[in-house]
């Protein structure tokens, strides 16, 4: 496997993903509900069609997984994991705080990860082993050592009604513990935010693999430590995610941990 190649493609692929979204911010003709609360817009099934045409015409043997249509069975061991547009509901009121994502994975590892901000134009990425960049430029996690000195990111899930009791309990003692909080609505930015060291630590519950699978592998590279809450070892099948400095994670993990009836 030629790693310059997909990278090559993996980049082409994220840049037109990129593209489309500029087309259409601002310019909606109309926007459906997936759930109750779980928006798709055309700019979501666009980029994601010209995604997939990029990968598959270089690599017709790869399977990809991607949010909108699904997993589509190739060599199970090259497979790309795609968000054509994470924050579609930002997206769709026209707040400028979304991204595509897209991750290469080999044999089950996460090798590769891009995510970028259509509007900003912040590339974020990551080869797994050799760093983590922003536009070509090499990061770094945070320094910061205690939670009352951290600023903390977050994000509800969309089936949030369903486990309201843990999401708050949480996010009241990180209030509480935390020099503050933010919820920017969209993970994959999150947890580059983290690797760049503009936030210290990042948690959300239920998940899916496309959300999280560039952005993990940007922040483990940039030096952060990606976990569940639990602080066991994360894969991009697991319901709970956090990702900090690592000096913050073990008091995180305490802030975290939850029992039903506390």
């Given at each position: 496997?030629?790693?310059?190649?997909?990278?090559?493609?993996?980049l082409?692929?994220t840049?037109?993903?990129a593209?489309?979204?500029?087309?259409?911010?601002?310019?909606?003709?109309?926007?459906?509900?997936?759930?109750?609360?779980?928006?798709?817009?055309?700019a979501?099934?666009?980029?994601e069609?010209a995604?997939?045409?990029?990968?598959?015409?270089?690599?017709?043997e790869?399977?990809?997984?991607?949010?909108?249509?699904?997993?589509?069975?190739?060599?199970?061991?090259h497979?790309?994991?795609?968000?054509?547009?994470?924050?579609?509901?930002n997206f769709?009121?026209?707040?400028?705080?979304?991204a595509?994502?897209?991750?290469?994975?080999?044999?089950?590892?996460?090798?590769?990860?891009?995510?970028?901000?259509?509007?900003?134009?912040?590339?974020?990425?990551?080869e797994?082993?050799?760093?983590?960049k922003?536009?070509?430029?090499?990061?770094?996690?945070?320094?910061?050592?205690?939670?009352?000195?951290?600023?903390l990111?977050t994000?509800?899930?969309y089936?949030?009604?369903?486990?309201?009791?843990?999401?708050?309990?949480?996010?009241t003692?990180?209030t509480?513990?935390?020099?503050?909080?933010?919820?920017?609505?969209?993970?994959a930015?999150?947890?580059?935010?983290?690797?760049?060291?503009?936030?210290?630590?990042?948690?959300?519950?239920?998940?899916k693999p496309?959300?999280?699978?560039?952005?993990?592998?940007?922040?483990?590279?940039a030096?952060?430590?990606?976990?569940?809450?639990?602080?066991?070892?994360?894969?991009i099948?697991?319901?709970?995610?956090?990702?900090?400095?690592?000096?913050?994670?073990h008091?995180?993990?305490?802030?975290?941990e939850?029992?039903?009836?506390?």
């Amino acid at each position: 496997m030629n790693i310059e190649n997909v990278k090559h493609i993996g980049l082409a692929a994220t840049w037109e993903g990129a593209k489309i979204l500029r087309k259409y911010f601002g310019k909606l003709t109309g926007v459906n509900k997936k759930g109750a609360i779980d928006l798709v817009t055309e700019a979501d099934l666009e980029s994601e069609k010209a995604i997939i045409s990029i990968i598959h015409t270089a690599f017709p043997e790869h399977s990809i997984l991607a949010e909108e249509s699904g997993l589509n069975h190739g060599n199970g061991e090259h497979q790309w994991i795609i968000d054509p547009l994470d924050g579609t509901t930002n997206f769709a009121h026209e707040l400028n705080i979304f991204a595509v994502s897209i991750a290469f994975s080999y044999k089950d590892d996460i090798s590769l990860g891009f995510v970028l901000n259509p509007i900003s134009g912040e590339l974020f990425t990551a080869e797994k082993g050799k760093g983590a960049k922003l536009n070509g430029f090499p990061i770094s996690v945070s320094n910061t050592q205690k939670v009352s000195e951290s600023l903390l990111v977050t994000g509800f899930p969309y089936n949030h009604p369903e486990i309201i009791d843990s999401i708050m309990f949480r996010f009241t003692r990180c209030t509480k513990a935390a020099q503050g909080i933010r919820r920017l609505g969209s993970a994959a930015l999150d947890l580059c935010f983290v690797a760049c060291g503009r936030f210290d630590g990042f948690w959300e519950q239920n998940l899916k693999p496309w959300d999280t699978a560039a952005g993990a592998l940007i922040a483990e590279e940039a030096g952060a430590r990606v976990t569940d809450f639990s602080g066991n070892s994360y894969n991009i099948n697991q319901k709970e995610i956090l990702a900090t400095n690592n000096k913050i994670h073990h008091e995180m993990t305490g802030l975290l941990e939850y029992k039903d009836k506390q």
